[in-house]
């Protein structure tokens, strides 16, 4: 079965920093496009950030250049490095597998971890 467990969450400063990680198993992991999202009260799921089995990367305009994802096939995770927090950035952060057979897509999903950003 695939599991997404995420872990690093925690209250910071405005201005801070943060390192989330997912450590990721039941599934071919090297060859799976990887991603961050978030979730504040009363608003939809946020793309952030993405990976590909490759090392490319993609980020949402919201996060670009203060936040960095990567990943470690030898260890089955990825991390996502957040600097410069804001207020704003105060949501459960959320680790995403994708898989595709027979064209379509699968997507699984962690338990999420809260991040707060509050002085």
């Known amino acids: 079965q695939v599991q997404l467990v995420e872990s690093g969450g925690g209250l910071v400063q405005p201005g801070g920093s943060l390192r989330l990680s997912c450590a990721a198993s039941?599934?071919?992991?090297?060859?799976?496009?990887m991603g961050w999202y978030r979730q504040a009260p009363g608003k939809e799921r946020e793309f952030l950030a993405a990976?590909?089995?490759?090392?490319?990367?993609n980020y949402a305009d919201s996060v670009k250049g203060r936040f960095t994802i990567s990943r470690d096939n030898a260890k089955n995770t990825v991390s996502l490095q957040m600097n410069s927090l804001k207020p704003e950035d105060t949501a459960v952060y959320y680790c995403n597998a994708v898989t595709t057979r027979w064209a379509l897509r699968y997507e699984y999903w962690g338990q999420g971890t809260q991040v707060t950003v509050s002085s």
């Open positions: 039941g599934f071919t992991f090297s060859i799976a496009p």
């Open positions: 990976i590909s089995s490759g090392g490319y990367t």
